[in-house]
């Protein structure tokens, strides 16, 4: 499963380098995690921030916002 695992992340990180359009999304993507990232350290109650953030995540991959 890990090798599986690491040649996604392999491919994933060649096409962002070789294409523009895919390293500036990366770049955004990246942004947005760091800054939910601040937003669950911030939190009194971590595991229930990051429940959250997971959830708005699912949320939007699902397309219901």
């Known amino acids: 499963m890990s090798f599986f695992l ?4 392999r491919y994933a990180a060649q096409k962002f380098a070789s294409d523009p359009r895919a390293r500036e999304k990366a770049a955004k993507l990246a942004n947005a ?20 953030a997971l959830r708005r995540a699912m949320n939007k991959l699902q397309g219901n916002r």
């Open 33 to 52: 995690i760091v800054s939910e990232a601040r937003q669950i350290a911030r939190e009194e109650d971590r595991a229930r921030a990051a429940g959250r």
């Open 6 to 9: 690491r040649h996604i992340g």
